[in-house]
């Protein structure tokens, strides 16, 4: 395991379709992390795991969006009912616990809504 | 609340010169850190240099280094010798180091483009 992965890496989906995407992060990394890049601006904040605990979330996480992380290793990212506005870039990235000052990436998961 | 500015969209830098690109920041926090990353065509954002609010000294990181200038509010980045694969998009980033803030947040980039 080199680095954090994250599945599918595209995804084009029709409006009001449900997506799951996942993140398997570093495997000695306890905290992971998601965040959603638009075109054109910096990645920001949804929601981030230590463990298996969901410890934060963005107002930017609507009702539709919820995340998991049930065995405290990999991340699913569920959007339910897709709007055209949720097309974007979504990144995870993972941190171990006291060396929070490296976020490693993953690849991101482009996310296309028709 | 924490704020990263930006105000270059693009830059560009002739090979093997040397190049800064600006980063301003706001926080009310009084611990924080300060963070550049990296993100080529490929969108996969590489880490590239930190640096603490309380670190004395300015970080370095082979050819990357970050000019701290805490009263300013500036962190900006300084890529000396630019090479071809330095062509990317640049980010500026910060987090609150209290109150569990281990979110980061972004500036809205620089377009850095290396010439021939």
């Known amino acids: 395991d080199t680095g954090v992965s994250q599945d599918p890496r595209h995804k084009i989906t029709k409006r009001g379709q449900n997506v799951t995407f996942r993140c398997d992060p570093i495997?000695?990394?306890?905290?992971l992390y998601w965040y959603r890049q638009t075109l054109g601006q910096g990645p920001e904040f949804l929601t981030y795991?230590?463990?298996?605990?969901?410890?934060?979330k963005s107002r930017l996480l609507s009702d539709r969006f919820s995340a998991e992380r049930p065995k405290g290793s990999f991340s699913t990212l569920e959007i339910q009912r897709t709007e055209q506005g949720d097309s974007a870039m979504y990144l995870c990235?993972?941190?171990?616990?006291?060396?929070?000052?490296?976020?490693?990436f993953g690849p991101g998961t482009r996310l296309t809504v028709l | 609340a924490q704020k990263i500015t930006q105000t270059q969209p693009g830059m560009f830098v002739q090979e093997k010169e040397a190049v800064t690109l600006d980063c301003t920041y706001d926080?009310?926090?009084?611990?924080?850190?300060l963070f550049w990353y990296k993100q080529p065509s490929s969108g996969e954002m590489i880490f590239l240099i930190y640096?603490?609010?309380?670190?004395?000294q300015n970080a370095t990181e082979g050819r990357y280094s970050l000019n701290f200038q805490k009263a300013r509010k500036s962190a900006n980045l300084v890529i000396s010798a630019s090479q071809l694969g330095d062509s990317a998009m640049y980010f500026c980033?910060?987090?609150?180091?209290?109150?569990?803030?281990?979110?980061?947040?972004f500036g809205t980039g620089t377009q850095l483009k290396v010439e021939l």
């Open positions: 990235a993972s941190s171990l616990l006291g060396l929070d000052n490296e976020q490693f």
């Open positions: 926080t009310s926090d009084p611990s924080y850190g």
């Open positions: 640096q603490g609010s309380y670190d004395q």
């Open positions: 980033a910060m987090r609150g180091l209290r109150g569990g803030g281990n979110k980061l947040t």
């Open positions: 795991f230590q463990n298996e605990a969901q410890l934060e």
């Open positions: 495997s000695e990394h306890n905290r």
